[in-house]
């Protein structure tokens, strides 16, 4: 019997290596060494920049957009030393992150030719501080109690969830001209006395640092690689906006169609929203819903149908106003508008639950586990919700809220419209499917 062919060689991991404003003095002796003996180097214009001629390895500017260009240029060069340049330290909003995800969890670890071996990990990380890392050390601020928020390829407006008066925050800037974009968002927000402090070139031979409030800024514009350290000051007069569900109602552009503050807090408690979620809120009105899903944590996903063209255009200024642009607004009617939206975790209705087959097909967009939440205030809808909770159980609630008013000289208790709500959890498929649910009909 001949012998069996060997095992081929592991691929040689791809090394990844930070590298701050110092440049090739400011690496330790593993990084150099993993960018001498590399046959190609990848990174961007200004990192391959300050690598040395010794550095003999071929270099490739990265191209743009970054993220799908990383699966072509990793096969391009299969079989090469690849080194990978990233700014400080790869895992932190970086490009390790990127190389990660791309390179599937079989990828990343290799088996040897003998069973018992250890695996060989695709990728080699090599960190550098982050720019974080030295603004906290110039600072003098902890680095566990202070906020990081990236715009490094996001909207300036996701500053905005994060603003609360004695607030310290680090801000990743997206080039030179974020600074003054900070300064005019926190401007906008009643934050303009907030202090503003520019470091530029962190751990450089050139690094700087402008100072002043957002209110009167007008430094000109940074040098692309800044970090923004802010210390929120409130204006007077700016009212406040709390971290848990119930904003108050005039933090919203409304017609008159948003589920009411203290609703409001009950229905989000009763959705339970989680880090990473998504939630579908159907008969958005003016998102107040969404909105406050998504400021529940920063991985919250959500997206808010609206037959309305111009409350569908109100919910996407209410998201971009209170810190949550990434809220994804779907211009259509239910249920015809949920055909090809992924799968929600959580689903509120708030309008249309009379439409035809609305409730059958939210019901069966759930998955197992899957939380849903239907708000009312009419008798015909009410009816649908009390045959629900009698086919498959979860809590049937009336919420009624009422506000002491003037009454001529004395005070007395105004009663809003009583709600009524349907929450519930999906049990197991064994359980009684969609179909049993009651088949809605167009009301009068």
């Known amino acids: 019997m001949s012998p069996a062919p060997p095992a081929p060689a592991a691929p040689e991991p791809v090394s990844v290596v930070g590298i701050g404003a110092d440049g090739w003095d400011g690496l330790p002796a593993a990084s150099r060494q993993a960018l001498r003996t590399a046959e190609v180097l990848i990174g961007g214009a200004r990192q391959l920049a300050l690598l040395p001629a010794e550095c003999a390895g071929e270099r490739v500017p990265w191209p743009s957009p970054l993220r799908p260009a990383v699966p072509g240029l990793l096969a391009a060069h299969a079989g090469r030393r690849i080194c990978v340049l990233a700014s400080g330290d790869p895992m932190f909003h970086g490009i390790g992150r990127t190389l990660t995800e791309v390179l599937s969890e079989q990828e990343l670890e290799q088996e040897q030719a003998v069973a018992d071996g250890p695996p060989t990990p695709r990728l080699r990380i090599l960190p550098h501080p982050s720019s974080v890392s030295y603004a906290c050390a110039r600072l003098g601020w902890p680095l566990e109690d202070t906020e990081v928020v990236t715009l490094v390829g996001r909207p300036t407006e996701n500053l905005a969830r994060a603003l609360y008066d004695g607030h310290r925050l680090l801000v990743l800037s997206a080039g030179a001209a974020t600074p003054a974009e900070v300064a005019a968002l926190l401007r906008d927000r009643g934050f303009g006395p907030t202090r503003m402090r520019v470091l530029e070139q962190l751990g450089g031979p050139r690094e700087r640092t402008a100072r ?209 709500q349907w929450s519930a959890v999906k049990p197991p498929a064994a359980s009684p499917s969609p179909s049993d649910l009651p088949q809605e009909t167009e009301q009068p």
């Open 212 to 420: 002043g409030t957002a209110a009167d800024w007008d430094a000109p514009p940074a040098d692309p690689l800044n970090v923004i350290a802010l210390d929120c000051r409130r204006a007077p007069g700016t009212p406040p906006l709390a971290t848990v569900p119930g904003l108050p109602d005039a933090a919203y552009e409304h017609d008159g169609q948003l589920t009411k503050r203290h609703v409001r807090a009950a229905t989000l408690a009763a959705l339970a929203p989680a880090p990473g979620e998504l939630l579908w809120d159907i008969g958005g009105g003016s998102g107040s819903i969404a909105v406050e899903w998504l400021r529940a944590h920063r991985t919250c996903r959500a997206l808010s149908v609206e037959r309305d063209a111009v409350r569908a255009e109100r919910i996407g200024r209410n998201a971009r106003s209170l810190g949550v642009p990434a809220l994804r607004v779907v211009h259509g009617s239910a249920p015809a508008a949920l055909e090809g939206l992924p799968t929600p975790d959580a689903v509120f209705i708030g309008g249309g639950l009379t439409a035809p087959g609305l409730l059958a097909a939210c019901w069966a967009a759930l998955p197992a586990g899957g939380r849903i939440v239907a708000n009312t205030v009419t008798l015909e809808s009410e009816a649908l919700l009390a045959d629900c909770h009698r086919r498959h159980g979860g809590e049937l609630v009336r919420l009624a809220v009422s506000h002491a008013v003037p009454v001529g000289g004395f005070t007395g208790w105004r009663q809003a419209m009583p709600v009524t």
